[in-house]
């Protein structure tokens, strides 16, 4: 039976929701959950919530807690990250600074400022994990859930040898709105996704056969997903990740000088604290028995026994997966996992409209893995120089000034340098 480490398991609610995807497969109902995290109230409540899903699914599995990384890590099978560098506090300090140059953001986790600070405090204690799976669990396989996923896993897959996939719910939970838009079943559609993570597009979008685009062209927008709906009716395709997220990829929606951008596309601003702060009072909730949409379980299990899965994941462009995407950078496309583990599937070349918004986002996932990996402060600042959002709302000396203020402020509190 595997073990599976968790390195963050105080990520609770995402903890108890991988524990019982994994508990639900017969063939892996007895593993052992190694549980780490660096703060001892957190992993104490994912231990005891572990050790309920146990009881609650009757399974011969095992859990053990530490707050001691390399232990967690001996002998693992399977590494499953899930931290958050910084927290609260330091998400907080990632909207109010560009806040103070007017400067809006709605998630601040994948791309703009906020996912340029965010990696650059998260690239070092990620490979600072690869380096420890080097040497106490070599053939483990590494599944990558932290985000900037695009960033995280372009830095791992430049600096170590970790097997290793990135993995995302977007595909799934949009498949899922869309059906729910449509009116049909999810289990019926057949879509191919490609792209890069939270900017892939359905390049198919199918029910038995039948193009469902044209119907998903006369939906009437859902209130909280305008923007998707609106760069559908532009581009031609649907895109994977929310609203909420895509707004700040681009620079065509969050504007302070045009505010009834923001009432007219229903775009919640600073909405990642808020959640965040909401995930502080879920830490006890009741624990449910049941699947969730990750593909970690079902990777699991096909590695274990050796049936395929197909899923969607973040691996490296190498042999050029999408023709007309940079070989360097990391892409999100359909991956087969079974017992020789995970083959990514070529896509070949993506509508050229597509691609060339996607690079946009490529240029500053390149500059600030440069920066992480170099602690060039100059990569940093020229990362959100050519952020699509950043750039249509400040000059240049602004956008140099909030980044040296940012990541002053960021090295404070954690150990920014290069590994």
């Known amino acids: 039976m595997p073990r599976i480490t968790f390195v963050g398991a105080g990520s609770t609610v995402f903890t108890r929701h ?4 994994v508990l639900a ?3 892996l109902a007895g593993s052992t ?4 995290d660096i703060d001892p109230a957190r992993l104490e409540t994912s231990r005891k919530a572990a050790e309920e899903l146990i009881a609650a699914h009757r399974a011969d599995a095992a859990v053990e807690a530490t ?6 890590l001996a002998g693992a099978d399977y590494v499953v990250t899930c931290f958050q560098v910084g927290g609260l506090e330091s998400t907080l300090v990632d909207f109010e600074i560009p806040k103070r140059y007017g400067l809006r953001q709605t998630i601040g986790d994948t791309l703009g400022v906020g996912g340029i600070s965010r990696a650059l405090r998260t690239i070092p204690v ?7 799976i080097e040497e106490l669990c070599p053939d483990a396989l590494l599944l990558q859930y932290v985000n900037p996923m695009a960033m995280l896993c372009w830095a791992v897959a430049e600096r170590s040898p970790v097997r290793t996939v990135g993995l995302c719910h977007s595909v799934q939970h949009t498949t899922g709105e869309l059906a729910a838009d449509l009116g049909v079943p999810a289990e019926e559609i057949d879509a191919h996704v490609a792209g890069i993570n939270h900017l892939a597009f359905f390049l198919r979008l199918e029910r038995g056969g039948e193009d469902l685009y044209p119907a998903l ?3 009437e927008p859902p209130a909280g997903n305008r923007v998707r709906y609106e760069v559908l009716r532009h581009f031609g395709a649907f895109v994977t990740e929310s609203s909420e997220h895509f707004a700040e990829y681009v620079p065509w929606f969050i504007k302070a000088h045009r505010p009834e951008l923001i009432d007219r596309f229903d775009i919640p601003l600073d909405e990642y604290v808020r959640r965040l702060r909401e995930a502080q009072h879920a830490w006890d909730e009741p624990i449910e028995v049941g699947r969730s949409h990750e593909y970690g379980a079902d990777i699991i299990r096909a590695c274990e026994t050796g049936e395929p899965f197909r899923f969607n994941g973040n691996v490296p462009n190498r042999g050029g997966l999408i023709q007309n995407l940079p070989e360097s950078c990391c892409v999100e496309v359909p991956c087969i996992v079974d017992a020789r583990g995970i083959t990514p599937e070529p896509v070949g070349p993506l509508p050229t409209h597509l691609a060339g918004l996607m690079q946009t986002n490529v240029n500053v996932q390149a500059l600030a893995v440069e920066a992480a990996l170099t602690g060039s402060r100059d990569a940093a600042k020229r990362a959100a120089m050519l952020d699509p959002h950043t750039a249509a709302e400040l000059p240049l000396d602004e956008i140099a000034a909030l ?3 940012l990541i002053d402020c960021h090295d404070e509190r954690h150990d920014l340098r290069p590994r």
């Open 126 to 132: 990620l490979l600072d994990v690869c380096r420890d």
């Open 18 to 21: 991988l524990i019982g995807d």
């Open 33 to 36: 959950f190694a549980l780490m």
């Open 403 to 405: 980044m040296d203020e």
């Open 25 to 27: 497969q017969p063939e």
């Open 67 to 72: 707050l001691d990384r390399r232990e967690a």
């Open 217 to 219: 062209r006369e939906v």
